[in-house]
Structures are given as structure tokens and as C-alpha cells.
């Protein structure tokens, strides 16, 4: 398990070397902002890991949504999808 250390933002900009280092070497490190949790500051490495595993599992989640859509007989074409998505973005960026 990863230790984690918690820091205010000023002690956390007074220490930031120390605190990188205490993250290179596998402690995260919480930074709060007027007692409530502002940031994290984590291993690179191991921030890449947990990236990849939420993207596995948001595909996953996905591809399980697909075939119970599918088995259920609701398919969708895929330019129905891309023009719900377009009309979605158009009204989005108004």
C-alpha cells in the first residue's frame, strides 16, 4: 500500500523538492488547500499505471454496455451515433 502524506499548500510550497522526492519514491502526497484536498502530487510511473487501468476499465464498461445493447436488440448505426455526438458538440460550443 502507498503512503500517503498530506501537506498545506503553504508548507507544500516551502518543502516542493522534498515532497517531489517523497513522490518519486512511491508516497503520495495530498495538498490541501484551507484544510480541503486541492491536489495530489504522485510517481509519474505509477500515475501512468492508474491511467491505464481507469482506460481498461472505462473499455471494458463500455464493451459490456455494447453487447447487453446488442443481445437486447438495441443497436444503434453508426452514423446515428456521430450525428447525436455532432449536433451534441454544436450546441455545446455555443
Do not use: C
Amino acid at each position: 500500500m502507498t503512503e500517503q502524506v498530506m501537506v498545506g499548500l503553504v508548507e507544500a510550497r516551502k518543502n516542493m523538492g522534498v515532497l517531489l522526492e517523497r513522490a518519486r519514491k512511491g508516497e503520495a502526497v495530498l495538498i490541501l488547500n484551507r484544510s480541503s484536498p486541492a491536489a495530489y502530487l504522485v510517481n509519474y510511473e505509477h500515475y501512468n499505471r492508474m491511467r491505464e487501468r481507469l482506460e481498461e476499465y472505462e473499455f471494458r464498461e463500455l464493451a459490456t454496455q455494447a453487447a447487453a445493447d446488442e443481445e437486447a436488440g438495441r443497436v444503434v448505426e453508426l452514423a446515428e451515433v456521430m450525428a447525436s455526438l455532432r449536433a451534441k458538440w454544436a450546441s455545446e460550443s455555443q
